[in-house]
């Protein structure tokens, strides 16, 4: 089992910075990746970033591209979403989602935490 509990959400106005955190707890020992998701209000939740975690390779989608960076600390079992130039459209619940290495499928998710970006 793992447990992941995510962090630094809140309000930001459009072209503000934001930085979540996400650590994992638990049978930790076979990590294959880590991602954000998000939900927007009345939308189906859509992938954000992801990180394989021993080649630490990145990818994002178009939406966030230049504007989002995911990164982890390998000894802390933690993964970070910096974002920085926010928009309005940004304003979601944002989840982390862990894969391990057996199912290589995002099978635990964190609780969530919200951003809103005001205009």
């Known amino acids: 089992q793992v447990h992941l509990v995510e962090s630094g959400g809140g309000l930001v106005q459009a072209g503000g910075s934001l930085r979540l955190s996400c650590a994992a707890s638990?049978?930790?020992?076979?990590?294959?990746?880590m991602a954000w998701f998000r939900q927007a209000p009345g939308k189906e939740r859509e992938f954000v970033a992801r990180?394989?975690?021993?080649?630490?390779?990145?990818y994002y989608v178009d939406s966030v591209k230049g504007r989002f960076t995911i990164s982890r600390d390998n000894a802390k079992d933690t993964v970070y979403l910096q974002m920085n130039s926010l928009k309005p459209e940004d304003t979601a619940v944002y989840y982390c989602?862990?894969?391990?290495?057996?199912?290589?499928?995002?099978?635990?998710w964190g609780q969530g935490t919200q951003v809103t970006v005001s205009s």
């Open positions: 989602a862990y894969a391990n290495a057996q199912t290589r499928e995002y099978g635990y």
């Open positions: 638990g049978r930790t020992f076979s990590t294959y990746a």
């Open positions: 990180i394989r975690w021993s080649s630490g390779s990145t």
